[in-house]
């Protein structure tokens, strides 16, 4: 996400931090089956293929994945710890949605607290991991379409906060970025903006910051490519009213 290893992985959650509804999923039968539909629907709803504020049904998905309907509901907890989705009872689940106010906010937050997580990652960020991090930014320059781009993008920030030892603060992140996902690839793909020259260069700014332990100049880069992504969304309330109307 402007503002999100050895090769590249294939769908948008393998490149991402540890997500807080994983350790929760249980063990056992029930408990891998629920896990491995929660991966399912997770890359569904981050590539855009399930939209904000689509309804998830249970037996739909229970037949798609040849499961019962307990691990599919082990499967939308996670989701839901993950920000993914909105579970109301006695009603069912959908595919989370923010209004541009919610989204703001999760911005703001995200401008705060990024910095924060990014000065305790840094003296764990080895070379091959910073090496890394120049590569993709390579690779985004050269991205051919929003969704490889975007792509892209996450392995790079989160990747940049690999070396960070955090007991809530990682965890926080990856929801507040789970949340906001949708609503920047849709930007992205009406706007191109991953074609912008700003882009690459604050990932540029961000890798030289980095390598020379200027923790400072590191938060400021970033506070500043989170807030410059939350106010060109702020400029297309388009792209939140088009969302189908919230559960009640």
């Not at 229970?62 to 989705?85: E, F, H, K, M, T």
């Amino acid at each position: 996400m402007s503002d999100n290893a050895t090769s590249t992985p294939s769908t948008p959650e393998d490149a991402r931090l540890a997500l807080p509804g994983e350790s929760g999923a249980g063990t056992g039968r029930h408990g891998n089956a629920s896990r491995r539909i929660a991966d399912g629907l997770r890359a569904a709803i981050l590539s855009g293929e399930l939209p904000p504020g689509t309804r998830i049904r249970q037996e739909e998905v229970a037949a798609n994945y040849g499961a019962s309907r307990i691990p599919v509901r082990g499967a939308l907890n996670i989701l839901q710890s993950d920000g993914l989705v909105t579970l109301v009872a006695n009603a069912g689940a959908w595919v989370a949605q923010l209004n541009l106010a919610e989204c703001e906010e999760a911005y703001q937050l995200r401008e705060q607290i990024e910095p924060l997580l990014l000065r305790a990652s840094r003296p764990g960020l080895t070379a091959d991991k910073l090496d890394r991090m120049d590569a993709l930014a390579s690779q985004m320059e050269r991205a051919a379409t929003p969704e490889e781009f975007l792509h892209l993008d996450r392995e790079f920030h989160d990747l940049s906060y690999s070396g960070a030892e955090t007991v809530v603060l990682a965890d926080f992140v990856c929801r507040l970025w789970n949340m906001t996902q949708q609503y920047r690839l849709a930007f992205v793909r009406l706007f191109e903006e991953h074609g912008s020259a700003i882009v690459h260069d604050e990932h540029r700014m961000l890798v030289r910051a980095l390598r020379e332990g200027d923790d400072d100049q590191a938060g400021l880069v970033m506070r500043g490519h989170i807030r410059r992504t939350r106010l060109a969304l702020a400029q297309h309330p388009e792209l939140f009213d088009t969302a189908a109307p919230k559960p009640s």
